[in-house]
């Protein structure tokens, strides 16, 4: 597949579907990566609820035929889209989009739509360095949309013992037939199954978000020789990073899957490798805005 090369100060019209989005960090951290490699980018919300098959068929003929190079998917439509693309990527169906049957990237290629997955490669970037060499067994509560993009990423770098938890115990059943191919997982029966002899662990809730000020797994299964990621990124330090770093752990925020999954798609969209660097002061900026506003309210 080919990329598509974009010349300075050409338009670049890109978008995100899903609902509610409002609070996106997303046009931020994609204008502010367009604009300083001289592209005019405008990043559109398509906030749309409840949509059935025919009214997302209709977003992305909208998506095909008005000039975006692209869009990102996001709650609830990621899996809802994946009949309604013209193929998915070679990449996301050997680990990604075809095998998790999810996108939360779909791409504009000679009118055709394209489905990716930057979730998992995104997080794969951002925790390659907190993986020891050998012997990683890594713990991941939840199941959901992130949850399996992240079970996908940590099979993807060929983590050892990953086990995977979920309160609902079949969703976690269905996501350990999904990677049976790639390397498989072990499907716990409780967070304290999953914790034990873990080197690892990544919440894939959104437990911890605000408002939600609780913790997906006890603090005292934390301890300092392990280290502990979170998905969740309002607010960067959740409950849950809070109690690692008091045990001693290495922590990773969800700001770094944010970026690493925006900086991912923007390459597929435009061919162009933006900077990291700026798309995280955007993201920093909308959070620093958010964050003040929470506290002032």
Do not use: C
């Amino acid at each position: 597949m080919s990329k598509r090369g974009y010349a300075a100060s050409e338009k670049l019209l890109t978008g995100l579907i899903g609902a509610p989005i409002a609070h996106s960090a997303s046009p931020a951290m994609h204008e502010r990566a367009a604009e300083a490699l001289g592209l005019r980018g405008h990043y559109q919300l398509i906030e749309v609820a409840g949509a059935d098959a025919a009214g997302l068929r209709m977003m992305l003929e909208g998506v095909r035929r008005l000039g975006f190079a692209g869009v990102n998917v996001t709650y609830p439509y990621k899996e809802a889209v994946v009949p309604l693309l013209d193929e998915l990527a070679p990449g996301a169906a050997a680990m990604g989009a075809a095998a998790m049957g999810a996108v939360n990237t779909v791409v504009v290629r000679d009118g055709r739509l394209i489905g990716h997955n930057t979730d998992t490669t995104g997080f794969a970037r951002a925790v390659a360095p907190l993986l020891a060499p050998s012997g990683n067994a890594v713990a991941v509560i939840g199941t959901g949309g992130v949850g399996k993009a992240i079970a996908f990423a940590l099979a993807s770098l060929k983590v050892s013992g990953l086990r995977i938890f979920d309160s609902e115990t079949a969703r976690a059943e269905k996501l350990a037939s999904l990677l049976a191919r790639h390397g498989g997982a072990t499907v716990a029966k409780s967070v304290e199954d999953a914790l034990d002899g873990a080197t690892g662990l990544v919440n894939g809730t959104p437990v911890g978000m605000l408002p939600n000020r609780g913790m997906p797994v006890p603090a005292t299964l934390l301890h300092e020789k392990m280290w502990v990621a979170d998905a969740v990124y309002s607010p960067l330090i959740t409950p849950l990073l809070a109690a690692a770093q008091a045990k001693g752990a290495r922590i990773m925020t969800g700001r770094e899957l944010a970026i690493y999954q925006a900086a991912d798609a923007f390459e597929l969209f435009t061919g162009l490798a933006p900077s990291t660097e700026v798309m995280g002061e955007a993201f920093d900026e909308v959070m620093a805005a958010r964050s003040a506003a929470y506290h002032a309210a």
